[in-house]
């Protein structure tokens, strides 16, 4: 059976379910895909007669779990302690990258990516420079079993912030009105702008004005707008200016958050770059993770960016949340690293998978992308243990489910 070939009825028999639907698991389950859909999901002791043709899989002492959503990828980098150098890699290797990320992502349960940046590459198409997440995008799109995938196009930058070359750079307002029309032109799902400027802890590379003007524009055009920062004066005019989304947002205050809650912005967390930093100072020989400087400095970050994550969950303010993956140290398959930050930053387990996954659909606008319901995608997968009170059950991941086996 070739993977494209429709998958024979599949009956998942009695297994957990952490379908977020209440605060505990319901134990017990049978799940009836049909089709790539979830026909039904039943208590075991209720199922119906089974047609002679259904297989059934043994699913007892697993968890089904919706698929993931990383709000916060970079699908052709491949992440590690090198991961700014991989940036300049030909574009070739950075799309088998992409291609190696997507089997990660899905034997990880992630479900959807969405991409936050990536280099511009020439398009052989028609030799015009465009964003390599693109033809990824277009690669996959026909694939049941290769990622979902949004895409913002390539980052747009103040000068003097990035090397390389591989991203749009805009010193003032017409120039970054021009940078987000083109973006949207070349077929990007959303824009990224890069709100750390070259004095990132002073000043935002660009006034609110610059911004808001960026921001009526794609909203005019039916796409949402986000905004890198790691600092708090890049948050500020971010916030108010009115961008949909703060990546990272390591350094919020109070006022910050109440003004993302009142407005709907979400935060797009990733705090797990502070773990994945810390364990380089064992396995690297880098002196910025080695030195005692450098592991000071790290962990002062990590303990301001876990409580911009605790204020702005204090404040009700929407959380999706993502690794980081290629765009940092992360790799492709550690969304459960990051689910695990959450609840040190003092969400409930159960708070920090929603928002792996359905505040992540929410901030994608896709109705479908980190639910199951019956009628649904049978986007889900299986885990050992109960992620609603343990969020490493997530590492524990054996089967799933829109895989051909
Ligand atoms: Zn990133």
């Known amino acids: 059976m070739g993977p494209m070939a429709p998958p024979r009825p599949t009956l998942y028999r009695d297994a957990a379910l952490a379908d977020m639907a209440g605060p505990s698991v319901r134990k017990g389950v049978s799940v009836l895909v049909t089709d790539r859909r979830i026909a039904w999901v039943r208590p075991t002791s209720d199922e119906p007669t089974l047609a002679p043709n259904i297989r059934v899989i043994d699913a007892g002492g697993s968890t089904i779990v919706p698929g993931m ?17 991989r940036g300049a890699d030909p574009p070739e290797e950075l799309l088998e990258v992409a291609e190696h990320n997507g089997d990660l992502l899905s034997r990880a349960g992630v479900r959807w990516a969405r991409d936050v940046g990536s280099p511009l590459a020439p398009d052989p198409r028609d030799g015009r420079r465009r964003a390599l997440a693109l033809r990824v995008r277009e690669r996959w799109r026909s694939d049941p079993s290769r990622p979902r995938v949004r895409v913002a196009g390539t980052w747009i930058s ?35 702008l890069y709100l750390d400027g070259p004095k990132k802890e002073e000043e935002a590379p660009w006034s609110t004005e610059d911004v808001r003007a960026v921001v009526d524009l794609a909203h005019r055009r039916g796409a949402k707008v986000t905004a890198h920062s790691g600092f708090l004066v890049g948050s500020r005019v971010g916030i108010d200016a009115g961008v949909d989304s703060i990546e990272h947002g390591f350094e919020l205050d109070s006022d910050a958050v109440a003004t993302m809650a009142r407005q709907g912005t979400f935060l797009v967390s990733t705090l797990a770059i502070f773990r994945s930093w810390a364990s380089f100072a064992q396995t690297t020989t880098l002196p910025r993770f080695v030195s005692d400087e450098g592991k000071e400095r790290i962990a002062l970050r990590r303990e301001r960016a876990i409580e911009s994550a605790r204020l702005a969950h204090r404040a009700g303010v929407k959380i999706a949340t993502g690794t980081d993956f ?78 051909p086996e």
């Open 69 to 85: 959503v990383d709000c916060h990828s970079h699908l052709t980098l491949p992440g590690g302690s090198h991961w700014i150098d």
């Open 158 to 192: 103040h000068s003097g912030v990035i090397t390389g070359g591989l991203l749009i750079e805009a010193d003032d307002g017409p120039a970054l009105l021009r940078a987000a029309s083109t973006q949207l032109d070349d077929g990007a799902d959303f824009l990224k």
């Open 326 to 403: 290629g765009g940092g140290s992360l790799r492709a398959n550690h969304l459960a690293w990051e689910v695990e930050s959450l609840v040190e930053a003092g969400l409930s387990p159960a708070e920090a998978l929603t928002s792996a996954t359905i505040r992540g659909g929410e901030l994608l606008g896709e109705a479908e992308a980190g639910q199951l319901v019956e009628g649904g995608p049978a986007d889900f997968f299986l885990v050992h243990g109960d992620p609603l009170t343990d969020p490493t059950a997530l590492w524990r991941v054996w089967r799933v489910a829109w895989l």
